[in-house]
């Protein structure tokens, strides 16, 4: 497990230029401030980081969606998943007693990654939230640029050099509610499981090529836990396959995976 001084340093490093974000999409109405209003449900505004803590107080303000990064540094909390999996023995891979790990939406951070879908069930359980469905997250995604560039600054991030980018930074990479990376960074982990697909078919939508592994030959080796979105490492074989028609489900929901994480919703 990395220490807590460790984390920090790499935090107040990805943090510089967070006050540059665009302000101009604020939480929907009674939706919390870490969150954007879509349908019914308030989805996470940026993609989850994974915290460790025993703070009470921090705890209420985790849960409460007003917890920010200076707050979660201030209160001792340590960040997982953003270069290793270090979750370690506290959350497990089978996400059972990960009581003092939460999923947090804040902007300026590397998201949580190399997380089991179960282990991501858990923390957003204990931040007062839930994985998407399919349904909702498509209904979020909606208006994400579907890209097949990525300018390296302000575009989706579909660049395999690059890795994750810290939370919110791609300031174009923003949805028709306001929802931030829907597209490229990380695959997000929803709700879904189907057959596990071996194979791929024909995008959704031909022009955009986004990739779509849900059906076809199926594997014996259990079910696919289903990602959207696509993430910085599809670009590598074809810039289209990111996008928010991306679908597939080839990961067993206890893989980890260097480009796989996920976003809670209320």
């Known amino acids: ?32 401030p870490d969150s954007v209003a879509s349908g019914g449900a308030c989805i996470d ?60 939406s804040v902007a300026g951070v590397v998201p949580a990654r190399f997380i089991t879908w179960f282990q991501a069930v858990a923390t957003a359980r204990n931040a007062g939230k839930r994985l998407p469905t399919n349904a909702e ?4 995604a909606l208006g994400t640029p579907d890209p097949g560039t990525d300018d390296g600054t302000t575009d989706c991030n579909i660049t395999p050099t690059t890795g994750p980018v810290p939370t ?9 509610i306001g929802a931030f990376d829907l597209v490229g960074n990380v695959h997000e982990w929803v709700a879904s499981w189907l057959p596990r697909a071996a194979s791929c078919i024909p995008a959704l939508f031909p022009d955009t090529g986004d990739i779509n592994c849900t059906s076809g030959v199926t594997l014996d080796s259990g079910p696919g836990a289903v990602v959207r979105g696509g993430s910085f490492i599809e670009a590598s074989v074809d810039a289209k396959f990111p996008g928010v028609f991306s679908v597939r489900s080839r990961e067993l929901p206890p893989s980890t ?10």
Not at 11 to 31: E, F, K, R, Y
Not at 257 to 266: E, L, S, Y
């Open 1 to 32: 497990m990395r220490s807590a001084m460790t984390v920090r340093v790499v935090l107040l490093a990805v943090a510089t230029g967070v006050s540059a974000i665009s302000p101009g999409h604020a939480a929907g109405p009674g939706c919390p």
């Open 45 to 104: 505004t940026y993609e989850a980081s994974v915290w460790e803590t025993t703070d009470p107080k921090l705890v209420v303000k985790i849960r409460a969606g007003i917890a920010t990064v200076t707050d979660l540094l201030n209160g001792g909390a340590i960040q997982h998943g953003a270069l290793g999996n270090d979750y370690g023995p506290g959350c497990p891979d089978t996400g059972s007693g990960c009581k003092d790990f939460y999923a947090v």
């Open 137 to 140: 997250w498509q209904a979020a």
């Open 168 to 176: 919110g930074t791609r300031g174009g990479c923003i949805s028709d």
């Open 257 to 266: 995976f260097g480009n796989i994480g996920f976003r809670g919703i209320r």
